[in-house]
């Protein structure tokens, strides 16, 4: 999920909400495609929420799963592979929170 919504690729409006654990509920405005590069310059895409009323994005571990994403955790990191290919690595800035190492990558990319 994020705030930003410059940051699409491509992009669908709709109108949902969702909770987070403490009960928090805010409202989805849009889904799409959000392209991130990570520190080796590998760049994924990863389909997003658009959620304004955040003030720092979101990505659930659970929802990555469920795309066929696998995740393990080492010391203070967390790496997310898709079948043999890295797709981000995070690391812990305090008790169960995580930074992603890497940047959004804005407009169209061509891969050849």
Same mark, same amino acid.
């Given at each position: 999920? !994020? *705030?930003?919504? @410059? ?6 409006? $709709? @109108?949902? =909400?969702? /909770?987070?654990? @403490? ?8 889904? #799409? !495609?959000?392209? !991130?590069?990570?520190? @080796? #310059?590998?760049?994924?895409? &990863?389909? +997003?929420? *658009? ?6 994005? &979101?990505?659930? &571990? ?8 696998? *995740?393990? #955790?080492? #010391?203070?990191?967390? =790496?997310?592979?898709?079948?043999? $290919?890295?797709? /981000?690595?995070?690391?812990?800035? +305090?008790?169960?929170? *995580?930074? $992603?190492?890497?940047? !959004?990558? /804005?407009? &169209?990319?061509?891969?050849?």
């Amino acid at each position: 999920m !994020t *705030y930003n919504s @410059d940051w699409f690729n491509s992009f669908k409006e $709709l @109108d949902g =909400t969702f /909770m987070r654990g @403490d009960d928090w509920g805010r409202s989805i405005k849009g889904s #799409g !495609t959000v392209q !991130t590069e990570i520190h @080796d #310059g590998m760049i994924s895409k &990863l389909d +997003c929420w *658009y959620v304004p009323e955040l003030w720092k994005n &979101l990505v659930s &571990l659970g929802i990555l799963a469920k795309n066929g994403m696998r *995740y393990a #955790g080492e #010391g203070e990191w967390v =790496t997310v592979i898709k079948g043999s $290919l890295f797709i /981000m690595k995070r690391k812990m800035i +305090c008790e169960g929170i *995580y930074i $992603l190492e890497g940047s !959004t990558v /804005m407009g &169209l990319v061509a891969i050849s």
